[in-house]
């Protein structure tokens, strides 16, 4: 057995047992070791991803869904895992739109994981159309992201504050899986009154 | 939330191999309030539940002991009937699934859950899915009951508002119009979903409903566009492969799906569809490589096919190894209470059992194999019947089955062929070309006999003879929908007649399906007309 298949299985067989510590931390009403052990678990799902992106074995599966939908599961996800005041404003957003919401939602939790670090007090979830895309935006009242990781988002670097930049690159590979009718989904880091990660996505 | 949707009427079934898994699920479904929590940690046992308890919602582990899978089950469950639409079906796996591309629409989970997730976020879905099964509740019924007009009706009422189950609606009505026999309709309906986004499943519709209206050279160009796009779309492979095994190139046919089948190597599907057409090709080595691996994996699941264990022992009777055969055979046959009386099963034995050298064990078979009304059965079975009786000396029961296929598949010129060659390899050449002429000129003299009663005055005669032949013929598209215009005409001349018009339009619908573009077909429909005319215009 190759190493890389070998890994694949650990991967999968390691995030099981996450997902029995999850339940039982959650039935205790222990919100650090929930948020651990589910925050480990979304590291795994995205070296998997990554790992199957670079084989070509990653499917895209676009089909239609809701929007604000999605928000409110990860805002009653995240809630449970955090002091901080989780807010969504998702008014604007189209009732449907066209994504795969698996990879979409790992790109957004990984947004959200990213706030929560940096937040002071509160994290918005905002969704609405915005020309003819659907903008997805994660923001926070924290220090704003460094100058450097704004001119170069999706750049992997080594390990730092940011960690290893995994998630930014796979946001953005994402993110441009997502096209139709000559557009594409891209993604783009902002400073405004902290840091807004924005996942642009064509209909 | 204001509004707490009361779970504690709710059935839930629970399948997981992993006890830990099992009681994390029930202790987060318990805090949810859910009271009927049923535990499973195996497809065997779970089925076992069915037979007692109507559940609403079942959440099942994708990766199963055992040989099997998630889908595999669901798959049994929906192609059974044993869970109508209207129970929630949610797959959970450790990582984001690609099923969905894989599988047939009808045999999808109503949502894929990935682990690990909080109990907030199963309340969420379960709630979501609940709430859809709420408002496609009417569709649901009426699918189940195969009610295909009814069913489109009830998803424009849906799709007139333009909410968040949109796009599931119009999956559906497509489907459903290609169920009613709407060629046309449907090739227009999902015309128009693919200006909205270039939808793999509208495109793999489009597809079914050019197929539909006989234009094959489309339906191929629209099925190799979409496999170029979407490589992993099991479903278009099937149909592409379908389509060329329906016109003769079974070479071509046979590599779609082995090519379909390096993309899914698993699926017990894509093994199934190779050995058909390989049957097709008469290639009968590769039957039985294809369907050893099925027959083996699904041995004492569950999950096993009559059909595969008559097929495998069909290929190696074919390819001299009888003896395996009947091991085979009579092992599906004592160990499994359901096989012991199959048709199909016993015909296969009796000619099994034949070459073998066992002519009493041969002739009890075949006497299994006929203990229904073999008119009744599908054609395929049939004709094995027919050439076990003709392996056994049985002449003039063989004769009887294959006038009957005959009469029923007037046109199928492949079919005669097939009957002809059996005849020939079973020293009875001579007779095949009387057989099929006889059994053709039969139906035509019936038909003559109800034109002359019909013109006669006769004319709730004439239906009735028609009627009578379209019931015992359901296949000869010529029968049945001159049937369908005998009642209407009976019901425009002497004053309507509920069943008359039921008849006729099962009759008219029947012919749809099977042959869209029969010339009868807007007579009947002009005759409908007639009748709502002259019978509105009474009532006013």
């Known amino acids: 057995m190759e190493f890389t298949e070998l890994a694949a299985l650990t991967i999968h067989d390691v995030k099981n047992r996450l997902a029995i510590l999850a ?16 925050e480990a678990a979304a590291t795994l799902t995205r070296l998997l991803v990554f790992y199957k992106a670079q084989k070509g074995a990653l499917g895209v599966d676009i089909d239609a869904h809701v929007p604000a939908e999605l928000f409110a599961e990860l805002a009653a996800e995240i809630a449970r895992q955090t002091s901080l005041t989780v807010k969504i404003d998702t008014d604007h957003a189209p009732t449907l739109w066209f994504y795969d919401e698996a990879l979409i939602r790992m790109v957004l939790l990984n947004a959200i994981y990213n706030a929560l670090r940096h937040a002071r007090t509160t994290i918005t979830l905002f969704a609405a159309q915005h020309g003819t895309n659907l903008l997805f935006e994660i923001r926070d009242d924290g220090p704003g992201f460094p100058p450097d990781m704004i001119d170069q988002p999706a750049r992997m670097s080594a390990l730092s504050r940011e960690g290893t930049g995994l998630g930014l690159h796979l946001a953005s590979q994402v993110a441009a899986f997502h096209h139709n009718q000559g557009q594409t989904g891209r993604i783009e880091l902002k400073n405004a009154d902290g840091a807004a990660f924005c996942l642009l996505l064509p209909q | ?58 959440l099942c582990d994708y990766y199963l002991a055992g040989g099997t899978d998630g889908q595999q089950f669901l798959e049994y469950l929906r192609t059974r009937n044993i869970i109508g639409r209207g129970v929630v079906f949610i797959m959970i796996t450790a990582e984001k699934n690609y099923e969905s591309v894989v599988t047939a629409a009808e045999c999808l989970p109503d949502d894929y859950l990935l682990k690990p997730f909080t109990a907030e976020v199963l309340k969420m879905r379960m709630e979501r899915l609940l709430e859809k099964k709420d408002r496609l509740a009417r569709v649901d019924q009426l699918q189940d009951k195969g009610d295909w007009n009814g069913v489109i009706a009830s998803c424009n009422d849906i799709l007139a508002a333009k909410d968040r189950y949109m796009v599931d609606v119009m999956r559906i009505k497509g489907n459903a119009l290609l169920f009613a026999g709407q060629g046309a309709e449907a090739v227009e309906f999902y015309r128009q979903a693919l200006t909205l986004r270039p939808m793999p499943w509208a495109r793999l519709g489009l597809a079914r409903a050019q197929q539909q209206q006989g234009d094959i050279k489309g339906s191929i160009e629209t099925l190799e566009a979409l496999i170029g796009d979407e490589p992993r779309l099991m479903a278009a492979y099937d149909l592409l492969g379908k389509l060329h095994l329906a016109s003769g190139h079974t070479e071509t046919a046979l590599s779609i799906l082995e090519n379909a089948q390096t993309i899914s190597p698993n699926s017990l599907a894509r093994h199934r569809a190779i050995a058909t057409v390989a049957e097709k090709k008469g290639d009968y080595a590769r039957v039985e490589q294809a369907l050893d691996q099925v027959v083996k994996k699904t041995r004492n699941s569950p999950l096993r096919e009559t059909r595969d264990i008559a097929q495998l022992g069909k290929a190696l009777t074919e390819i001299g190894e009888s003896a395996k055969a009947v091991t085979l055979l009579e092992e599906a046959r004592t160990n499994f209470k359901s096989d012991a009386n199959d048709p199909l099963l016993a015909a296969v034995e009796a000619i099994a059992q034949h070459q073998a050298g066992n002519p009493e064990k041969a002739e009890a078979a075949l006497a299994r194999s006929m203990q229904g009304d073999v008119s009744k059965l599908p054609a395929d079975i049939a004709m094995t019947i027919a050439k076990a009786c003709l392996n056994t000396g049985k002449q003039t029961e063989a004769q009887s089955i294959l006038k009957n296929l005959v009469q029923n598949n007037p046109e199928s010129t492949g079919l005669h062929e097939e009957i002809s060659s059996v005849l020939r390899d079973n020293g009875a050449g001579a007779l095949s070309e009387n057989l099929i002429k006889e059994s053709i000129g039969e139906i035509i003299q019936l038909n003559n006999a109800a034109v002359l009663r019909a013109k006669a005055g006769e004319l709730s005669i004439a239906a009735e003879m028609l009627t009578d032949a379209a019931n015992r013929l359901p296949g000869n598209m010529q029968v049945v929908s001159n049937a369908a215009a005998a009642l209407l005409f009976d019901v425009f001349n002497n004053g309507v007649d509920a069943d008359k018009l039921r008849q006729a339009q099962s009759f008219q619908q029947a012919v749809q399906v099977q042959a869209p573009t029969h010339p009868k077909l807007a007579e009947i429909a002009e005759l409908m007309n007639r009748i709502r005319q002259k019978y509105s215009a009474g009532k006013k």
């Open chain 1, 23 to 38: 339940g039982r931390a959650e039935a205790k009403g222990d919100a650090e070791t929930l948020h651990g052990a589910l």
């Open chain 2, 1 to 58: 939330m204001a509004i707490l949707t009361n779970y504690s009427n709710k059935s839930v079934l629970i399948l997981d191999d992993m006890p830990e898994m099992r009681s994390s699920l029930r202790a987060q479904l318990s805090s949810l309030g859910c009271e009927k929590v049923t535990v499973s940690g195996n497809v065997k046992d779970a089925l076992q539940h069915f037979t007692t308890t109507r559940f609403d919602v079942i």
